[in-house]
């Protein structure tokens, strides 16, 4: 299994030039795998799957009724960034989550950005993750988007665009790390020549930045990871995380607010928690704030947090920047906090509430692709090019009925990397989620996930929708 | 350490001693017909009665072949006692606090799931036992092993090991048991050559076999009883397993022993003074099933208080220290 014949199809290849051949960063790894004996790529692809499904890397499939768990899809050949070709990217989206943070905050206290009018002020407050609840509130030390995944794209040109970004609970930063321990078994040769920059302290610095936005200063804060439970998509990413920081793992039901302190039930009594870095939804986290049904947060904790006993990650109420109708404004917000050009574009979108993008959205429906503001995993979209009239004549009606819920961008063409299809390489369209935390400083994960829409031509790449994943080399130089 | 966590650590070492002596006692039957031919029918009968699931079984499989009972014990996942019910309970405890044990050791707990889940472990089972059943016990072991030499012998290993050895005390009683069962149709061969090789067989599946000859040689009914109850150091006798399982109580507690401050402490305390002070000989004159039944009932009361003490949720009390 070589290289010899790919094709790169007219798209950007992250790994071989147009012309056909590899890339310079790319070189050592395709001349490595072209000089594999005949099966030794599938062979080490299996062994790959096989430690994922041992150490029960899976996700659950909702709306699965078997309840199966599947490994997620994991691609062999790896996503090669240059140094140089990275670091800007680095730049932008420090850039990217400072302004964000900002409009967080200004949102939910001085409103600086809505009187101005810079972002529409009903715009804002009509968005699903905006929280009445937060107003006023006082993040420690003014941190409300600790953690943001911001999903990138690379179009034909080469240019790379920022896509959404996701504020809530990003998830699939496990997948990175184990991505990178299976590969490096996988290609150890390769990876000692070329100077991969790590990714394995990530655990270190989420801890390091978690304890840094305890509510007092403290020596040892206690900190834990909320998780709806086992059977939640990301469990096991709850419980790596939870595991690679050595802090406990909690549910709604192990905790308890007692003598004004979020507590631990434990074998010998309570025990105080001071920061919770949960993986649940705003909305139930507190069923006396939220919405009341929730079986899954802790009453009273909404409370403990506005008085600043206990700190959240992420900050509730940030799912208003997660809204992608707000997207359109970040790089307005770039430069109304920043006083800067964005270092990274969005992708042009057409908002279907104002009248004029609306109707040009409704014309050229066959050639957009239509989002709704606030689904993620892929669902609920439409791709123009690849959808029939009946769903064309579907998202007209949805778009008049709610044109606030819906943005349209053009269809891109997603660079490719060559990914194995049985027993040989063909191009695969590929997104690249890198992951920022902000605590102390703004680090930001040298690659990210690289997710690979598995199906020929196919460009969603979710993992609930067909997606796999890559490793991601970013290289030190 | 978390209630939710201490329970799951405890039910998911139960589940896996559970699933492994399923696996011994269907393992050694399946030998056992190598040596007895003619005894089909009788011979896996007890299989069934021993789990105390006879009814359900004769409502759904009727006759007590081979085959049915190795379905029933191993893969039917409608019998909770069934390897497959138990791994699967067994994984998802440790799913949910796989943060807390080793990766290794979750790795294990994982890997003896998926093997029992592969698409031919059915034919596999039944064509060919012996591997079949041995990989099982080989995987408890390695989960066990895994265990030991990867996590730290702390308040969670201990929860564990609680777990294991309640088990094991329970799962041992009962494979002697089995034995009352095989023996109520034919009295008559007490002491005939089948009924020594039944007794070794007992013995086999509590791998207790080249034990009990070193120390005693001949193979005798009352003996063998008194060695699967009573043997000190012998690490599957029913003595072994609660004196064990008494340790890591009260490592978790901070008790001193032979002193309680919970339920849980006082059952266990009653049971292992029971056992230590009883006279093996009259066990076995006076009726070991009664006295089985018994240790059997004793060891719910155990659970019982080692669930209140520790997991039940607790609104502001204080559990047991």
């Known amino acids: 299994m070589t290289f010899n014949g790919y094709d790169t199809g007219g798209f950007y290849d992250e790994m071989f030039l147009p012309d056909g051949t590899p890339r310079p960063e790319a070189r050592l790894l395709v001349d490595r795998i072209n000089g594999l004996p005949e099966g030794e790529v599938l062979r080490r692809h299996q062994a790959a799957e096989r430690a994922l499904l041992n150490t029960g890397i899976t996700f659950a499939v909702y709306g699965d009724d078997q309840g199966a768990e599947r490994i997620f899809p994991f691609d062999i050949v790896p996503r090669i960034i240059p140094g140089a070709a990275w670091d800007p990217i680095e730049r932008g989206l420090r850039q990217r989550v400072e302004a964000l943070n900002r409009f967080v905050d200004d949102v939910y206290n001085d409103r600086n950005i809505l009187r101005d009018g810079v972002v529409p002020a009903d715009l804002v407050e009509s968005s699903a993750g905006y929280r009445p609840e937060c107003v006023g509130l006082r993040p420690p030390r003014g941190i409300w988007c600790h ?22 609970c990003p998830s699939g930063v496990s997948y990175v790390l184990e991505n990178r321990g299976v590969m490096t078994e996988t290609f150890p040769v390769v990876f000692e020549g070329l100077g991969v920059r790590p990714v394995a302290d990530y655990p270190s610095r989420l801890l390091s930045m978690l304890e840094y936005v305890a509510p007092a200063a403290m020596k040892r804060p206690v ?27 909690v549910e709604g039901r192990d905790l308890v607010v007692a003598d004004d302190r979020l507590q631990m039930r434990t074998t010998s009594g309570f025990e105080q928690v001071d920061v919770l870095y949960r993986r649940i939804d705003d909305n139930f986290l507190d069923p006396t704030c939220f919405r009341s049904d929730s079986m899954l947060g802790v009453p009273g904790l909404m409370d403990l947090y506005r008085r600043g006993r206990v700190a959240l990650v992420n900050a509730p109420g940030t799912g ?76 007209a009606g949805l778009i008049e009925a709610e044109p606030r819920n819906y943005i349209a961008q053009p269809t891109l063409a997603l660079s490719r990397v060559p990914t194995r299809v049985e027993d040989r390489f063909e191009g695969r369209h590929v997104d690249l989620r890198p992951y920022i935390l902000y605590g102390g400083e703004i680090y930001v994960l040298p690659g990210g996930l690289t997710r690979v829409a598995l199906e020929k031509g196919s460009l969603v790449v979710n993992s609930s929708q067909g997606g796999g994943s890559k490793d991601t080399w970013v290289l030190s130089c | 350490m978390l209630s939710r966590v201490a329970e799951s650590v405890y039910w998911m070492s139960r589940y896996i001693e559970r699933a492994e002596n399923v696996a011994r006692v269907l393992g050694v039957n399946n030998q056992l017909q190598h040596h007895l031919s003619g005894l089909t029918e009788e011979q896996w009968d007890p299989m069934v009665k021993v789990g ?48 807390i044990i080793s990766s290794e050791m979750w790795e294990e707990v994982n890997r003896f799931y998926l093997f029992l889940r592969e698409p031919d472990a059915r ?76 007794w070794s067989a007992l013995l086999r599946s509590a791998s207790a076999f080249e034990a009990y000859r070193r120390a005693h040689g001949r193979v005798a009914a009352a003996q063998v009883a008194r060695f699967l109850l009573f ?47 009883t006279d093996s000989a009259q066990v076995v004159r006076g009726g070991l099933h009664d006295f089985l ?12 208080a080692i669930t209140r003490t520790f997991f039940a949720p607790h609104a502001g009390a204080e559990p047991g220290k």
């Open chain 1, 147 to 168: 953690i943001t995944g911001t999903d990138l794209v690379r179009d034909r040109d080469g240019t790379i665009y920022v896509l959404e970004d996701n504020l809530r």
């Open chain 1, 223 to 249: 900190v834990a990871v909320l998780t709806p439970g086992m059977f939640n998509s990301a469990y096991f990413e709850h419980s790596f995380l939870a595991q690679q920081m050595g802090i406990q793992l």
């Open chain 1, 320 to 395: 208003v920047a997660d809204d992608k109708v707000v997207y359109a404004y970040v790089p307005k917000m770039i430069r109304y906090y920043l006083d800067q050009d964005p270092i990274l574009p969005n992708v042009p979108t057409f908002l279907c509430w104002h009248d004029k993008d609306r109707r040009h959205v409704l014309d050229h429906l066959a050639e957009l692709v239509v989002k709704p503001a606030n689904e993620s995993g892929g669902y609920g979209m439409l791709i123009g090019p690849a959808s029939t009239a009946a769903e064309r004549r579907r998202f």
């Open chain 2, 52 to 99: 105390g699931d006879e009814v359900p079984f004769r409502a759904r499989y009727g006759a007590a072949t081979r085959e049915n009972v190795i379905e029933f014990l191993t893969f039917d996942a409608g019998n909770p006692n069934s390897i497959i019910a138990c791994l699967t309970r067994a994984r998802e405890n440790a799913r949910s606090v796989r943060e």
């Open chain 2, 123 to 198: 034919r596999r089972a039944v064509e060919d036992p012996h591997p079949f059943f041995e990989h099982v016990r080989r995987s408890s072991h390695l989960i066990e092993g895994t265990k030991n030499e990867t996590m730290e012998h702390a308040e969670a290993w201990h929860f564990s090991r609680l777990g294991r050895y309640v088990e094991r005390a329970d799962q041992t009683t009962r494979i002697l048991d089995v034995k009352y069962f095989l023996l109520l149709p034919s009295a008559d061969d007490v002491g005939r050559p089948i009924d020594d090789l039944q």
């Open chain 2, 231 to 277: 043997e000190r150091d012998f690490p599957r006798s029913v003595q072994h397993c609660i004196s064990a399982a008494q340790l890591s109580l009260h490592a978790i507690t901070g008790t001193p022993l032979r002193r309680f401050a919970n339920t849980a402490e006082q059952a266990l305390g009653r049971l292992v003074a029971e056992i230590d002070y």
């Open chain 2, 293 to 304: 039944d018994a240790i059997q009932n004793k060891l719910n009361g155990v659970g019982d």
